[in-house]
């Protein structure tokens, strides 16, 4: 494990970043970085790609007036995966937004991420996303590679307190971040209606999917799904069930 690194984005906004290169270096990262453990713990998985406007904007504030108030009032971590990119950035977006002080911690590949301020970032990089306070660069030469990291986190920063995992929209990557965080025995709740890989899950869970990884993760019973339908009446539902699982 690396020193505890200080990355100033051009936004000002300073966070803390360590590089790890064993899954069991996690609790040492996690006290060197200063974060407590046995804390509320929401993981945050998928995209934000191919979708219309309307429906993007309705996710943008499911965010703003779901996810980051309820991390808040919870003093609940957040883990995503810490890019400038989709729901990662929605992430930031409104934990800035709302003026929100909780750990938002990003796991990514430290070879395809580009720390601000660096003048040769890596071929083919990724900015990391600026209004998270921290950041775990894992090993890894590809995207995905971060999935089991990701999960591990959450479950050590956890540490007990409950965690579950929220998966919107989302590609090929976001099938392996699934099967991690059921791995890891966490509540996956897809946001059905939010496109791509979270409706194929949901298909799965009503009986109606082909695609063999969806038809297994439905077979774990940890997996469970929103209609985003309704989006007021979806919030509602879904803030309610974040608030109560993440509070017993």
């Not at 956890?158 to 090929?172: D, Q, R, V, W, Y």
Request: charged share 15%; glycine share 8%; proline share 5%.
């Amino acid at each position: 494990m690396e020193k505890l690194l200080q990355l100033s984005f051009n936004t000002g906004q300073i966070a803390s970043a360590i590089q790890v290169q064993q899954i069991t270096e996690l609790p040492q990262a996690v006290a060197t970085m200063g974060l407590q453990m046995a804390r509320p713990t929401l993981v945050i998985v998928g995209g934000a790609s191919k979708m219309c406007a309307a429906d993007f904007l309705q996710i943008q504030r499911l965010f703003m007036e779901v996810l980051a108030p309820i991390a808040e009032n919870l003093g609940a971590y957040v883990v995503d995966g810490g890019t400038d990119a989709g729901v990662m950035r929605l992430m930031g977006e409104a934990r800035t937004e709302i003026g929100a002080k909780f750990a938002l911690i990003g796991v990514a590949p430290a070879s395809k991420v580009a720390l601000p301020n660096c003048l040769e970032p890596p071929a083919d990089s990724t900015p990391l996303e600026p209004n998270h306070n921290y950041f775990v660069l894992v090993p890894g030469s590809n995207w995905g590679d971060e999935s089991p990291w990701l999960a591990a986190l959450a479950t050590v920063l956890a540490n007990g307190a409950p965690s579950l995992t929220i998966l919107i929209n989302g590609g090929e990557i976001t099938f392996q971040d699934a099967l991690q965080n059921v791995n890891a025995e966490r509540l996956v709740i897809v946001l059905a209606g939010s496109g791509r890989t979270a409706d194929i899950l949901a298909n799965a869970l009503h009986g109606e999917s082909s695609d063999q990884r969806a038809i297994e993760l439905a077979k774990s019973g940890i997996v469970h799904y929103i209609e985003l339908s309704s989006f007021q009446e979806s919030f509602e539902q879904l803030a309610q069930m974040i608030k109560g699982l993440l509070s017993a």
